[in-house]
């Protein structure tokens, strides 16, 4: 069943700043995350350059044979990206989803400063419900 | 230049009707507004207690304004004299304008004559708000707090009014109350009115 493996944010400067995994495949200790995202974000600078039109707004979906990873970046630099089981559908929509529970619970939130790690209870919640009603939506279909 | 001569203009600025206005505002623009008045406080402030304090402050400041604004344009001028006619303008009207529904509950307290609750699931100005876990018992609700006593000190009914979470089984999130305590003087003037 396509499911999803972790979910990673990361701020303008490439560090991670909120790490979820979902599944028992992928998952990684607090090093390992740190580690990918800052990858991930230099090959996502490095893939803007590399691109031969211009207007490149860097990589948005990896496919590899045991896995997917779809990228999301905001108009602010901040990334979202999902890795999950290679052929699930619909993650784009999930990325947005998670984007607006972002700007709802994390940056409405006095006690939240920019470009730290995310330690908002409701954005917690809510997160966990918006994983849940779309593995219930894929399931269904 | 058409259609200015539609426009009834007064010459005392006095004269103009006070207009129902926008019912509506923006939930993100008030959202993001409360969040810079928070953060502000915090800059100014050394601990929790203070942090309250002021935004109470702040939210007493719209309290008295709103009762005014509502004596005129809700109530048609009109007075409230006894304690249970304040305390539903406070809870059905004053939150109505304020927060777009009436409050969840009002509650009689059990232990003391002088205490009141208003209670809500989920206050307005909380809904985006988690409060970390060093800061204990804090809640910005306290704006809301200091609101209901602008009311209430505006209309005579001087009142210690603070607000708390209470945990609720079954639920992840603990409900809000506003609890009002009514100074000695309100309860002896409700006794002799009778």
């Not at chain 1, 803007?48 to 997917?68: M, N, R, V, Y």
């Not at chain 1, 593995?135 to 269904?140: E, K, T």
């Not at chain 2, 109530?75 to 304690?83: F, I, Q, S, V, Y």
């Not at chain 2, 004559?113 to 206050?123: G, N, Q």
């Amino acid at each position: 069943m396509a499911a999803i493996y972790s979910l990673y944010i990361i701020n303008k400067s490439g560090g991670l700043i909120f790490y979820k995994d979902y599944g028992s495949k992928g998952r990684m200790d607090t090093n390992d995350s740190l580690r990918v995202a800052s990858l991930w974000h230099s090959m996502h600078a490095i893939s803007q350059q590399l691109s031969p039109t211009t207007g490149c707004s860097g990589i948005e979906l990896l496919e590899a044979d045991t896995f997917d990873l779809h990228c999301f970046q905001s108009l602010t630099g901040t990334k979202f990206f999902v890795v999950c089981e290679p052929g699930t559908q619909h993650m784009e929509a999930l990325l947005k989803i998670i984007y607006e529970l972002y700007t709802d619970y994390v940056l409405k939130n006095p006690f939240y400063e920019m470009e730290m790690p995310i330690r908002c209870e409701l954005f917690d919640i809510n997160l966990t419900q918006a994983i849940q009603k779309d593995r219930v939506a894929l399931s269904g279909r | 230049m058409i259609g200015v001569g539609k426009i009834k203009q007064y010459s005392n600025i006095l004269d103009k009707p006070l207009s129902k206005g926008k019912q509506e505002v923006s939930l993100s623009a008030f959202a993001f507004l409360f969040s810079e008045l928070v953060q502000y406080n915090q800059t100014q402030v050394d601990n929790i207690a203070e942090l309250e304090r002021r935004l109470e402050d702040a939210g007493y400041a719209v309290g008295a304004r709103v009762l005014e604004l509502l004596c005129h344009r809700d109530k048609g001028n009109r007075r409230e004299t006894r304690l249970l006619g304040i305390l539903s303008f406070v809870h059905s009207t004053v939150w109505k304008v304020l927060f777009g529904k009436v409050a969840d509950s009002l509650e009689k307290g059990t232990e003391h004559e002088d205490e009141y609750m208003i209670s809500e699931k989920e206050l307005l100005v909380n809904k985006f708000i988690s409060i970390p876990k060093d800061m204990g018992t804090f809640n910005c609700g306290a704006f809301v707090a200091g609101i209901v006593r602008g009311v209430l000190d505006g209309a005579g009914f001087p009142a210690v009014v603070t607000a708390h979470f209470v945990p609720m089984e079954g639920q992840q999130r603990p409900r809000t109350t506003i609890l009002i305590k009514f100074a000695e003087e309100v309860l002896r003037r409700e006794a002799r009115l009778g």
